[in-house]
C-alpha cells in the first residue's frame, strides 16, 4: 500500500532563513512524488513533482525537493524564506495501480516569521 | 496551468437539508473528477471518484446515498450532500487530471460546509 508521512504538524522559520519540510513515502514500485500548498479556505496548488530523473527538483515560487531512495524522503526546500510563504503543505504520492489516485501526508504549516 | 472551479466557496445550510457543490474543469474535459473532504487539521480523504457518463467509485466507508455525485458532462461533476448534518461540516475540495502529460492533479479552490 502506498502511503505518505509528514512527522512534522508546523515549522516555523524567520524569513530570510532556509526552510525545510519532511516527507517520507512508503510504495509500491516507483514513486510518483508531489508537493502541494494550500492557502487559506483555498484548494491545493501545485509545486513540484518527482517522476523520474534528477533528485533535485525544482517547483513554483522557488521550491525544490530532493528525493532520495535510500531514506524514502521527499523533502521540500527553499533556500531563503518569505513570508507569503506560510501556508499548509501536502506532500503526496500517486497510487501504483491507479494513476488517478492520490495519497495525502497529514501536511505541515510552515510559518514565516518577519 | 489546467483551471478547476469549485462553487460554492462557502455554505451554511441547516440541518436536513441537502447542498450540491459543483466542480468545473475550465479549460480541459475531464472524463475523471475526485472529490476529497478535509478535517480540521488533517489530510485530504479520497471520498470518490467521479465518472463521467457512470457512477462513481466510492471509497470504503463513504455513504453512497448521503453524497451523491453526478458527473454529466467532461467539464463538471457535482456532489450532493443529502440529510446534511453537523457532521458532516468540512471542507469538500475536487481535483481533476488533464490525462494530457501534467501527471499530477489540479484542485478547486474548495468548498467549507457548515451544517447547523
Known amino acids: 500500500a502506498q502511503s505518505v508521512a509528514q512527522p512534522e504538524d508546523q515549522v516555523n522559520v524567520a524569513e530570510g532563513n532556509p526552510l525545510t519540510v519532511k516527507c517520507t513515502y512508503s510504495v509500491s514500485g516507483n514513486p510518483y512524488l508531489f508537493w502541494y500548498v494550500q492557502y487559506p479556505n483555498r484548494g491545493l496548488q501545485f509545486l513540484l513533482k518527482?517522476?523520474?530523473?534528477?533528485?533535485l527538483v525544482k517547483g513554483s515560487y522557488g521550491f525544490e525537493a530532493e528525493f532520495n531512495k535510500s531514506q524514502t524522503s521527499f523533502h521540500l526546500k527553499k533556500p531563503s524564506a518569505l513570508v507569503s510563504d506560510s501556508a499548509l503543505y501536502f506532500c503526496?504520492?500517486?497510487?501504483?495501480?491507479?494513476?488517478?489516485?492520490?495519497?495525502f501526508g497529514s501536511g505541515t504549516k510552515l510559518n514565516v516569521k518577519p | 496551468g489546467a483551471v478547476v472551479s469549485q462553487h460554492p466557496s462557502r455554505v451554511i445550510c441547516k440541518s436536513g437539508t441537502s447542498v450540491k457543490i459543483e466542480c468545473r474543469s475550465l479549460?480541459?474535459?475531464?472524463?475523471?473528477m475526485f472529490w476529497y473532504r478535509q478535517f480540521p487539521k488533517q489530510s485530504l480523504m479520497l471520498m470518490a471518484t467521479?465518472?463521467?457518463?457512470?457512477?462513481?467509485?466510492?471509497e470504503q466507508g463513504v455513504e453512497k446515498d448521503k453524497f451523491l455525485i453526478n458527473h454529466a458532462s467532461l467539464t463538471l461533476s457535482t456532489l450532493t450532500v443529502t440529510s446534511a448534518h453537523p457532521e458532516d461540516s468540512s471542507f469538500y475540495i475536487c481535483s481533476a487530471r488533464t490525462g494530457m502529460g501534467h501527471v499530477g492533479a489540479f484542485f478547486g479552490q474548495g468548498t467549507r460546509l457548515t451544517v447547523v
Open positions: 518527482y517522476i523520474t530523473g534528477d533528485n
Open positions: 479549460d480541459f474535459q475531464a472524463t475523471t
Open positions: 467521479s465518472n463521467e457518463g457512470s457512477k462513481a467509485t466510492y
Open positions: 503526496a504520492v500517486r497510487d501504483g495501480d491507479n494513476f488517478n489516485k492520490f495519497y
